[in-house]
């Protein structure tokens, strides 16, 4: 089955803790993209990433970081978590850019105490 | 980074009325796309539209992509209970990164049955 998954789906943890989520699709996409989904704000672009060892920034880096060293993973990783982090985040991909369709994970629910 | 305009924020209809939403921009956009949000999901795409003035439909569903390329717009008729989630308008700005996208804040579709 074609998908996109995301683990975990709900992770509580506390300041300054580093955390990954992980993200990996099975359908040879080569863009891969990060978003956060806050109430009242829709969702917002972290990173994203064009094709192998190629990332960039969206409208929301700070405090992130990505690699793509595999094409069919996109780990999300925090560095120190602050609480402004807690959120709803999400995985997509697509097979080429944020105009194409994007496939999107189940969701990683994170709360940062 | 900008987000787009999108209204209504949430809508209280009743089964088998139609349903109007749009999005707006100060910036003139190349792709608009429609996402729709299940409770506890990632968003699925619905309807892309890629040229000014294209109408596209998919099912009950009817999205336009403005003359001026700052808006959009989705219609659904005959709403259904599974109808129900939240509708995110999405976009590439023209000049902007194929590879980055804007979403707006969403509208939250509520149907009686």
């Known amino acids: 089955e074609a998908q996109v998954t995301q683990n975990p789906r709900y992770l509580i943890t506390v300041t300054g803790k580093k955390l990954t989520v992980t993200c990996s699709q099975n359908?040879?996409?080569?863009?891969m993209s990060w978003y956060r989904q806050d109430p009242g704000l829709g969702l917002r672009q972290i990173y994203y990433s064009m094709n192998v060892e190629v990332t960039d920034k969206g409208d929301v880096p700070e405090g992130y970081k990505v690699s793509r060293k595999e094409k069919r993973n996109f780990p999300l990783i925090l560095e120190s978590p602050s609480p402004n982090q807690t959120s709803l985040y999400f995985c997509a991909s697509s097979f080429e850019g944020a105009g194409d369709t994007q496939y999107f994970g189940p969701g990683t629910r994170l709360t940062v105490l | 980074g900008q987000q787009l305009n999108q209204s209504p924020q949430s809508m209280f209809i009743q089964e088998g009325e139609d349903v109007s939403m749009n999005c707006t921009s100060s910036?003139?956009?190349?792709?608009w796309l429609w996402y729709k949000q299940d409770p506890g999901e990632g968003p699925v795409l619905l309807i892309a539209l890629y040229k000014a003035g294209e109408l596209t439909s998919n099912g009950r569903l009817t999205a336009q992509f403005g003359i001026t390329r700052k808006d959009s717009f989705l219609n659904i008729s005959a709403s259904i209970p599974s109808d129900v989630g939240i509708y995110f308008c999405a976009g590439q700005r023209v000049g902007g990164s194929n590879y980055k996208l804007t979403f707006g804040k969403g509208t939250l579709l509520t149907v009686n049955p």
């Open positions: 359908m040879n996409h080569e863009y």
């Open positions: 910036s003139i956009f190349n792709t």
